[in-house]
């Protein structure tokens, strides 16, 4: 089963490595008549993300949310869980923020869609967020007024009396995510295609070599991040809780192997809820509630990702980049995070789909794609070591018998 994966993973990099290659190559014989081609698939693709961003960023939010109190025996258990999701989950965007600021990559993007923005006030920026028409934010694709709205939805739904209307309206939502997951998966499939059209566009615009550079220290960012995540902070976390995170990371090791590979905590949560109970002996109440919960919203690499690649883009974008602006994306990352579907690539669409609804150079984006199948695999691995960490902390906290 695994050869078979690493087959597919295989195949699928080095098809997004060649249309990179191809692209880049296409742009530098600077034809006109394929310029013009390669605008024309650019424009094409960006218009797709853009009709698809704020439905992606919407849904994913209210179904996650929404489902936070169904299950039974709720309680304690579900308020330790909450805590500690958003506990490492803050700590793994904030790393990533403290990495960022201290080894910035340079620009890749010469000429940007977007310009400098105007200085504002952190009170201005703030009220901008809360929209006065419920409409509005979703024509004008403001995806933090988007978020905002979603949130008090998905929450109005996990606390709502469970009705026929209410029930309802959750299975329309979930079933018009079901559609929209299928339209993002035929979209992926031709995503080479972009790749190469954005990477070709992109290739004029590289100065010196700089975009190897600063893709290289962008990548090295995200992982260094991961991996202080991973090896460090969950790990004190659990000593701090008195629990042995060498023994806890060995017990668990089989769901963490196969979340490398998988690049799905969604796929691995089955291998996941039997290592826990087998070879940690949580009680299954605990488990069973704690584990699907938190891979659909203890996402630690996806909100050090959404972060730090939505800093990047900006950066490229001639967007000033103050330091409340990005602590204000600590926050987004976070709950877009929390938001994300537990599937491979689900963090980088939703990356994608926020960038798109500020309209950032989303091609940018086409560059860091061959490189995020890696990035995938080192931020599941976490998202379920994390997960794993949450579960344990809360059987450790709540004696149930």
């Not at 490492?88 to 923020?97: H, K, N, V, W």
């Not at 998988?262 to 069973?288: D, F, M």
């Not at 798109?356 to 691995?381: C, K, N, Q, R």
Request: with cysteine.
């Amino acid at each position: 089963m695994l050869n078979i994966i690493k087959n597919k993973s295989l195949i699928q990099i080095l098809i997004w490595v060649s249309a990179l290659l191809l692209g880049i190559f296409l742009g530098f014989l600077n034809i006109n008549i394929l310029n013009h081609l390669f605008n024309f698939i650019a424009l094409f693709f960006t218009r797709l993300f853009q009709c698809l961003a704020i439905p992606v960023i919407a849904l994913a939010v209210i179904t996650a949310l929404s489902k936070l109190t169904e299950e039974k025996n709720t309680g304690r258990i579900f308020k330790h869980t909450i805590f500690y999701t958003l506990l490492t989950t803050f700590l793994a965007a904030i790393t990533g923020l403290i990495l960022y600021m201290l080894f910035t990559p340079s620009n890749i993007v010469v000429n940007n869609t977007v310009g400098e923005t105007s200085a504002t006030s952190y009170y201005e920026y703030l009220v901008s967020i809360i929209p006065n028409n419920i409409f509005q934010p979703v024509i004008a694709g403001n995806a933090l007024s988007v978020i905002l709205i979603a949130a008090a939805i998905g929450i109005a739904l996990s606390i709502a009396e469970k009705n026929e209307n209410t029930k309802a309206l959750s299975k329309v939502i979930f079933g018009i995510q079901e559609i929209l997951f299928i339209l993002i998966q035929g979209l992926i499939k031709i995503l080479p295609i972009g790749i190469m059209a954005f990477a070709a566009q992109l290739s004029s615009q590289i100065i010196n070599n700089s975009a190897i550079g600063a893709l290289g220290k962008y990548t090295a960012i995200v992982l260094s991040g991961n991996i202080i995540q991973t090896f460090i902070i969950i790990p004190l976390i659990l000593l701090v809780k008195g629990i042995n995170p060498i023994s806890a990371f060995k017990n668990m090791l089989p769901a963490i192997v196969t979340a490398f590979f998988t690049k799905s905590s969604a796929g691995t949560l089955p291998v996941t809820l039997n290592c826990a109970e087998n070879n940690l002996k949580i009680n299954p109440e605990i488990s069973r509630f704690v584990l699907p919960i938190c891979t659909t919203i203890n996402m630690n690499g996806c909100a050090a990702f959404i972060l730090i690649t939505s800093l990047f883009v900006m950066q490229n974008a001639g967007i000033h980049l103050t330091l409340g602006t990005m602590i204000i994306w600590v926050f987004i990352a976070v709950f877009a995070a929390i938001g994300n579907a537990g599937v491979p690539m689900g963090c980088y669409f939703l990356t994608l789909s926020l960038m798109s609804s500020i309209g950032a150079p989303i091609g940018i984006l086409g560059l860091i794609l061959p490189i995020y199948s890696i990035i995938d695999m080192v931020e599941t691995t976490e998202n379920v070591w994390s997960d794993s960490a949450v579960c344990i902390m809360t059987n450790k906290d709540i004696k149930i018998s």
